[in-house]
């Protein structure tokens, strides 16, 4: 996978987050509703990669509430 790409979008959530910190979407809602992506949209599994591994650094979290899991700040 093209880390260009995953770093994008791992910038696009982070600006997200920073203007809006109170913000919690599924991947399928940050997908296409946070990143802004430049040309053809790219595929989801970016996304999920860019989230890993903000997860990874402990700048996001991943919570389940019902039957969906949401990204979010860590509180």
């Known amino acids: 996978m093209d880390d260009k790409l995953i770093q994008f979008a791992k910038s696009a959530i982070t600006q997200h987050l920073s203007?809006?910190?109170h913000s919690a979407d599924t991947l399928e809602g940050i997908h296409h509703w946070w990143i802004s992506w430049p040309d053809?949209?790219?595929?989801?599994?970016?996304?999920?990669?860019?989230l890993q591994r903000l997860q990874e650094?402990?700048?996001i979290e991943m919570r389940t509430i019902g039957e969906r899991e949401l990204y979010r700040l860590p509180r």
Not at 40 to 50: D, G, R
């Open 19 to 21: 203007l809006h910190p």
């Open 40 to 50: 053809i949209q790219e595929s989801i599994l970016v996304t999920a990669q860019a």
């Open 57 to 59: 650094e402990n700048l």
